[in-house]
């Protein structure tokens, strides 16, 4: 009896043990380390596409108030890696919704919406702070009327809307096209909304077009990584962008929901314009390992680029 238990209790001290180690391996992967940074500056690119036509000014937004895509801080890191390296643009990081005001957004050239993912309520970030979830984001707010919120919310989505409508640039990164998921004008200025993802798994993206200056850095070649399986919904049927990457359906496991999808095309990158301004929608990626392929930061360095107004390349929609 004695033995029996003593083998239980080894046995149950082992797999926490196991669990434990596991735990911490997968906080590891999220961990900004000086050692992640180093490594990153070895393969970064240190030189921009093109020379900036002017000093550049990126905002780099990465609030979360839903999903927590733990990715983001990396992200964040490595879009302003990228500019510091290459002297492309400089970044100022915030969380505050107030950087929407639209005398706020002036300062900045474009913006770079880092894995916003909302709550499943409305799916809009400026409600969740002033709403859904002001005691805990938007405390400075709750003495407002409510219908006072609900107006600030409103305004500061159209401010954005303006803002890239009259030049700015938009960089939307993974999560960040489940914000504003119901707004039917974000969709179409970004090209599409979040719909689903099967299990993350290996997914394989070719490039549309190899000669492209910015799927280039792939050299023909797919970029395979560990990724969330992005599809979409809302604008993205009218495909009204000019595609860069697409997924390889035929490798990806399916599941009752993509199952029942009817077969298209099904991109996780693209560039569009939206009235005077220049859009880049890049899904990849869910996981910081993909960070690890020196094309994937070269990619990100042109489409911001791109966004910025800088880089002049095909960016005619596949529906034209």
């Known amino acids: 009896m004695i033995s029996r238990r003593l083998f239980m209790n080894t046995t149950v001290a082992a797999v926490c043990a196991v669990n434990c180690m596991l735990n911490t391996q997968a906080a590891d992967e999220y961990a900004l380390t000086p050692e992640w940074q180093a490594a990153m500056e070895k393969i970064a690119p240190s030189k921009a596409m093109c020379a900036p036509k002017k000093e550049r000014t990126v905002l780099v937004f ?14 964040a890191a490595i879009v302003k890696m990228l500019g510091t390296k290459t002297g492309a643009w400089k970044v100022v990081e915030s969380n505050d919704i107030e950087q929407f005001m639209p005398e706020t957004l002036k300062a900045y050239d474009a913006v770079v919406l880092n894995n916003n993912c909302p709550t499943g309520k409305d799916r809009d970030i400026f409600r969740d702070v002033l709403i859904n979830l002001v005691d805990k984001y938007g405390a400075k707010y709750k003495e407002l009327p409510l219908a006072e919120r609900e107006a ?15 030049g700015g640039g938009l960089i939307a990164l993974h999560g960040a096209i489940a914000n504003f998921n119901s707004d039917e004008r974000f969709s179409a200025l970004l090209g599409g909304s979040f719909d689903f993802h099967p299990a993350a798994q290996e997914v394989t ?11 280039k850095c792939f050299e023909g070649k797919s970029f395979i990584h560990k990724d969330e399986p992005y599809l979409f919904t809302r604008a993205y ?25 009817p077969p298209m095309k099904r991109y996780t990158a693209w560039i569009k314009r939206q009235g005077k301004g220049h859009v880049f929608y890049c899904s990849p990626s869910h996981f910081p390992a993909s960070y690890d392929q020196p094309a994937l930061l070269q990619f990100l360095l042109g489409g911001i680029q791109y966004a910025l107004g800088d880089l002049d390349c095909d960016d005619a929609p596949i529906t034209k």
């Open 205 to 215: 993206l070719n490039p549309v077009d190899a000669s492209h200056p910015l799927t």
């Open 237 to 261: 049927t009218k495909m009204n962008f000019k595609p860069l990457l697409e997924m390889d359906m035929a490798k990806i496991k399916t599941d009752k929901r993509l199952a029942k999808l």
């Open 152 to 166: 600030k919310a409103k305004a500061l989505l159209i401010s954005l809307l303006n803002y890239v409508e009259n």
């Open 62 to 75: 990465s609030l979360i108030t839903g999903f927590d895509h733990k990715v983001a801080p990396k992200t």
